[in-house]
């Protein structure tokens, strides 16, 4: 279990072979379960699969994305919901902290970028628990996407990840990571 946090790496191509439909419903699954603050869940999916869907995203991607992205078996937009907080009577039963959000958007955008990129990190490792690689980016056109996907919702792009069985040919070496002395302290 160690090695998907020690040994896991981005891919930059992935295997020809197909990610089932279960295993995207597996892959949330196992992420939603995980703590956000107040338990929000902000985090809103769209798994690209289409060659249609591709060529839709396609044109929001940076130029050294493209291809990489409309080749990979899935790629999923992962968004935040900026309306999560109706949501918090039924999902934070123990009291309503819907208050907190509402009419405070500076507030409510933090708390669900927050909490979103908290369950993209999830999502990551969930994917690599199911044998699957990945490739996560921000490099694409936020409103441009936010335009094509997410028109007339209250859903913001957080950031993109290609998903599929990694190709070892199409990988990098892992390169230098900070020791513990170097960013943690203990006090």
Same mark, same amino acid.
Request: charged share 25%.
């Given at each position: 279990?160690?090695?998907?946090?020690?040994?896991?790496?981005?891919?930059?191509?992935?295997?020809?072979?197909?990610?089932?439909?279960?295993?995207?419903?597996?892959?949330?699954?196992?992420?939603?379960?995980?703590?956000?603050?107040? +338990?929000?869940?902000?985090?809103?999916?769209? @798994? *690209? /699969?289409?060659?249609?869907?591709?060529?839709?995203?396609?044109?929001? &991607?940076?130029?050294?994305?493209?291809?990489?992205?409309?080749?990979?078996?899935?790629?999923?937009?992962?968004?935040?919901?900026?309306?999560?907080?109706?949501?918090?009577?039924?999902?934070?039963?123990?009291?309503?902290?819907?208050?907190?959000?509402?009419?405070?958007?500076?507030?409510?955008?933090?708390?669900?970028?927050? +909490?979103?990129?908290?369950?993209?990190?999830? @999502? *990551? /490792?969930?994917?690599?628990?199911?044998?699957?690689?990945?490739?996560? &980016?921000?490099?694409?056109?936020?409103?441009?996407?936010?335009?094509?996907?997410?028109?007339?919702?209250?859903?913001?792009?957080?950031?993109?990840?290609?998903?599929?069985?990694?190709?070892?040919?199409?990988?990098?070496?892992?390169?230098?990571?900070?020791?513990?002395?170097?960013?943690?302290?203990?006090?």
């Amino acid at each position: 279990m160690k090695k998907i946090f020690t040994e896991s790496k981005t891919f930059y191509g992935f295997q020809d072979k197909e990610v089932e439909d279960e295993t995207l419903v597996d892959l949330y699954e196992m992420v939603k379960n995980n703590a956000t603050s107040f +338990n929000c869940q902000p985090l809103r999916i769209i @798994f *690209i /699969k289409s060659i249609n869907a591709k060529k839709r995203l396609n044109p929001y &991607m940076l130029e050294n994305n493209k291809k990489k992205t409309f080749d990979a078996p899935v790629t999923a937009i992962l968004a935040m919901d900026l309306s999560f907080y109706e949501d918090l009577p039924k999902n934070f039963s123990s009291m309503d902290v819907s208050f907190l959000f509402k009419g405070n958007p500076e507030f409510t955008h933090l708390t669900a970028f927050r +909490n979103s990129s908290l369950q993209g990190g999830y @999502f *990551i /490792k969930a994917a690599h628990c199911l044998g699957l690689g990945t490739g996560p &980016m921000s490099g694409f056109d936020n409103e441009g996407v936010d335009r094509e996907f997410f028109a007339n919702t209250d859903w913001k792009t957080n950031f993109i990840c290609n998903i599929g069985y990694g190709d070892e040919t199409q990988t990098k070496p892992r390169e230098r990571r900070y020791s513990f002395d170097e960013i943690a302290k203990i006090l």
